[in-house]
């Protein structure tokens, strides 16, 4: 994105929720539940809604040819992916053995204990699955395990793949103003229609594009609203007009999904919170976004989203070799070791891989 279309509350958004997905995964390999915190598919929710403002951004500010956008979309996604999808086939089998010698019983305990076999049972499928990115179209019916296979956190990453696929044609759409209705109405329809999909085909997360289709719309629907909101913060018809999108998009928006407005005021009040109001909280909440921790760990935070999960396998898999068998030590030792790692790792992965891709990318784009 252009310079002058940075918006550093976002960044420190990417991060947050990044952590907040961390912390989520590491309460429940501790098997320790606290409210909101242990939610981390709230987070990711956040993640879809961001993703889509920004492409929409992206789109309307950078025009460019179909395949170039993917291609740099590629170039984003893809390099630290791969290093993430060695890494989690490499420790595949430790997963199933943490998981059988936990002295507590966590959540799809079955699954995970079993996850080692079921991916050698079906790992051509799966691999290829995973190398096109589009492992979360399948339901446990055609492909079981797919969606949580060797890099769990990977199936956002599907339906990111997915999206970026329909995303020019979805902002066109909307960008020409005649078919705003007909996006938005369809996209409740397919929100509503979602559930009685379920009802025939088992998704353990919505990593199937119409699942959480909703998500991204409000983020590009935001998008378009942004500009406005920006050189006009106080027209109440530009917020009427917005929050009543939100609302209807709201409805039926994931299936069985608990707390569903709360990824909606985050996103709210973060839009708010840059758009440098008066209103002395959002002023808190724009520092903190942008204070430079928060930033740091937004710029490092795919790195840290995608490889975390193998990390906590590893420094579990010690703790428990160490006599670590209470679940407070566990979450401690956890937190305590797993973070710098995950954190070292996603830097590494930022500065090695991830910038000089996107770089050598940017410099085809110019060149073309």
């Known amino acids: 994105m252009k310079k002058n279309h940075f918006i550093p509350e976002l960044e420190g958004l990417r991060g947050l929720m990044a952590l907040w997905v961390f912390i989520s995964h590491v309460l429940y390999t501790s098997d320790i539940h606290l409210p909101i915190l242990s939610e981390g598919g709230l987070a990711v929710h956040v993640f879809m809604i961001l993703s889509g403002f920004v492409i929409a951004r992206l789109c309307m500010h950078n025009s460019e040819p179909y395949l170039f956008f993917l291609m740099r979309r590629l170039a984003r996604l893809y390099p630290a992916y791969l290093i993430a999808l060695g890494v989690g086939i490499t420790v595949s089998s430790m997963a199933s053995s943490l998981y059988t010698a936990l002295p507590w019983q966590v959540t799809d305990y079955e699954r995970l ?3 080692h076999a079921l991916e050698q049972a079906h790992f051509m499928p799966l691999l290829l699955g995973h190398l096109s990115l589009l492992h979360g179209v399948f339901p446990e019916e055609i492909l079981p395990g797919s969606s949580l296979a060797f890099v769990p956190a990977a199936w956002s990453l599907s339906l990111e793949w997915q999206f970026y696929l329909f995303a020019p044609l979805l902002i066109w759409l909307l960008m020409s103003r005649r078919y705003v209705s ?20 088992t998704y353990i997360v919505p990593g199937f594009l119409p699942l959480g289709l909703a998500y991204f719309v409000v983020g590009i629907v935001s998008a378009f609203v942004f500009d406005s909101m920006r050189e006009a913060h106080k027209h109440i018809l530009v917020w009427g007009g917005g929050g009543i999108i939100c609302a209807l998009l709201m409805v039926g928006i994931s299936i069985e999904a608990s707390h569903p ?12 919170a840059s758009l440098q109001p008066q209103q002395l909280l959002l002023k808190i909440l724009s520092w903190m976004l942008t204070c430079p921790p928060i930033g740091y760990l937004g710029r490092f935070s795919y790195g840290f989203y995608l490889l975390h999960q193998s990390v906590i396998i590893c420094v579990g898999t010690e703790l428990l070799a160490l006599g670590i068998h209470s679940k407070i030590g566990f979450l401690l030792g956890l937190a305590v070791i797993a973070t710098p790692i995950s954190l070292g790792a996603a830097v590494i992965s930022y500065y090695a891989v991830e910038r000089p891709v996107m770089r050598s990318a940017q410099k085809v784009r110019h060149q073309s």
Not at 187 to 197: E, F, G, R, Y
Not at 262 to 270: A, D, G, K, Q
């Open 113 to 115: 204990t079993n996850r």
């Open 182 to 201: 007909v996006v938005i109405i369809g996209t409740i329809i397919n929100q509503l229609a979602m559930k009685h999909i379920a009802y025939h085909f």
């Open 261 to 272: 407005a709360l990824p909606f005021i985050i996103w709210t009040l973060v839009l708010l």
